[in-house]
T-cell receptor, first 116, second 117 residues
């Protein structure tokens, strides 16, 4: 089983619908992140969390919200989906104690969202 | 301003040859880290190699090496002896500041590599 699990893996929805992407991890990491990937733009940070009491906006947080329900769970919500939120979404975790000066991100398998 | 620039949208290489994927970065923080990730067509993100700003030697991991030129702010990925399975999208990323913080990574736009038999 994957250490970082995202559900759903694929979702097609309509404009205006609310949708939630869920992420759970078994790595025991405190830090969790949501990124979106668009062709030609790479990955851009939406939200990140240090622990369950800490939520921070990233580069492109407008139109999104998150919930850190537990250390292992970090959900991304689109309250009213729009077509330009069609993208591949990644959840990731990190552990600052992993080696000296690393900060490698461990990614889930991605959730492909299409908004019609 | 772009923090991470990958100027090659697409590259191709013959199998068994070496290829260099370019990455330049921009930061005023003396402490930072540079990463390369591979994304095959299946979509997952695979960590390849890491270089810290204070590391004296270029990082190597098997067939991957990172050509780190600090003064030029470049961190090019070199893949030796290319294999068909190396065909993928490759992302360069940077962490500003020391590890122990949020470890936010800033990604470049990516380079799509095609390995030809």
């Amino acid at each position: 089983d994957a250490d970082v699990t995202q559900t759903p893996r694929n979702r097609i929805t309509k404009t205006g619908k609310r949708i939630m992407l869920e992420c759970s991890q078994t790595k025991g990491h405190d830090r969790m992140y949501w990124y979106r990937q668009d062709p030609g733009l790479g990955l851009r940070l939406i939200y990140y969390s240090f622990d369950v009491k800490d939520i921070n906006k990233g580069e492109i947080s407008d139109g999104y919200s998150v919930s850190r329900q537990a250390q292992a769970k970090f959900s991304l919500s689109l309250e009213s989906a729009i077509p330009n939120q069609t993208a591949l979404y990644f959840c990731a975790t990190s552990d600052p104690n992993r080696g000296p000066n690393t900060g490698e991100l461990f990614f889930g398998e991605g959730s492909r969202l299409t908004v019609l | 301003a772009q923090k991470i620039t990958q100027t090659q949208p697409g590259m191709f290489v013959q199998e068994k040859e070496a290829v260099t994927l370019d990455c330049t970065y921009d930061t005023s923080d003396p402490s930072y880290g540079l990463f390369w990730y591979k994304q095959p067509s299946s979509g997952e993100m695979i960590f390849l190699i890491y270089q810290g700003s204070y590391d004296q030697q270029n990082a190597t991991e098997g067939r991957y090496s990172l050509n780190f030129q600090k003064a030029r702010k470049s961190a090019n990925l070199v893949i030796s002896a290319s294999q068909l399975g190396d065909s993928a999208m490759y992302f360069c990323a940077m962490r500003e500041g020391v590890s122990g913080g949020y470890n936010k990574l800033i990604f470049g736009a990516g380079t799509r590599l095609a390995v030809h038999p």
